[in-house]
């Protein structure tokens, strides 16, 4: 009998340590759960107070051990820090470019000038460079080229757009614009609707002139503006005379 309470006791002990153990197995979980939610709590306090820290202090901090050089003040298109200066690099660029193709231009214009006194187109057409440095302007008047509303050349306009064209083909590298350009009094014919059409014959005829002679189609367009950018808004006879004239621009 003893011996029989003795083994009762035994498995009872036994199945007490089982149920324990899984009971604590099926709590274990838990623990590590509670785990990782700190672990993320405290990952989001961290960022949190990453975000609200001090920038300029944090800047001041760095600059002072030499780690690397953090800008401390944007200005325009310059980074100030440590008592250097750097300029972008891409304002930088187009600063360098701008300045060298103004260069350019002059040296242009002075070329192109010169060689008009040599063909005797000095008086008939005026060459120079445009407000911003950037285009070669020459500027001739349309009645030197063309009869009064037509917008074909007359042979004698041929040989100065000829002597024209032999100058700009020395300068592969330019891009030349034809402008037509006439006065404010309308016109309306079956070949000229309107001034739009007139100035924009006038200027394909310089245009296929040029090509026709030695120029890259792919170096030149022709516009036509009519009436629409004046040099003199005044409606007297020598402002309308001044108004049609055409207008090559060479740009490089």
Known sequence: MSKSKQTIGKAALKKSLVDQQIEESDNSWM???????????????????????????????????????????????????KGQVAIQQEDYNDLKYQKKAQERINTLSKLIIKDFRKVGLRHIVTAK???????????????VLFRSGKGHMTSSAEAIIDKLTNEFCKYKDIKIGIEGHTDSIPIKTVAYPSNWELSAIRATSVLRRMVDN????????????????PINTNGDKQSLARNRRIVIRLQY
């Open 214 to 229: 030695c120029i890259d189609p792919s170096q030149i367009t022709a516009t036509g503006y009519g009436d629409r950018v």
């Open 129 to 143: 460079p445009s407000r911003d440095r950037m285009s070669v302007k020459i500027d001739i008047n349309s009645s």
């Open 31 to 81: 623990t590590t759960y509670g785990d990782l939610i700190t672990v993320l709590l405290t990952f989001f306090v961290m960022l949190q107070g990453l975000s609200i820290v001090n920038s300029d202090k944090f800047a001041e901090l760095v600059n002072k051990n030499n780690f690397f050089l953090v800008p401390k003040k944007f200005e325009g298109a310059k980074f100030v820090g």
